[in-house]
């Protein structure tokens, strides 16, 4: 029988699932998160949660204190709008 590849993600829909996936996790538990946490607990690829925690940043949907990331105000409420947090 003969079985069909898996078509691996797009960098486009890394960066994508990356970031729903960095979101998720902040919202979810509302707390303070690590870049090695963010990789830990979202299967992520360093780079790709690296660079989601970038674009995030400049969205003004997360916020950093020294090595430690979180949501900020906005996306919380926003999720909550939303019924996504």
């Known amino acids: ?6 078509p ?3 960098p486009a829909e890394e960066d ?15 707390g303070l998160f690590s870049l090695r946490e963010n990789v830990g607990e979202t299967g ?5 949660v690296v660079d989601a925690i970038r674009r995030l940043k400049g ?9 430690f990331v ?3 105000r ?7 709008l939303w019924g996504v947090g």
């Open 1 to 6: 029988m003969h079985q069909e590849a898996i």
């Open 8 to 10: 691996s993600p797009s």
């Open 16 to 30: 994508a699932q990356a970031e729903q996936a960095v979101m998720r996790l902040l919202l979810e538990d509302r």
């Open 44 to 48: 992520c690829k360093m780079i790709s």
């Open 59 to 67: 969205a003004g949907m997360i916020e950093e204190v020294g090595v």
């Open 70 to 72: 979180f949501a900020t």
């Open 74 to 80: 906005v996306a919380v409420v926003s999720a909550d």
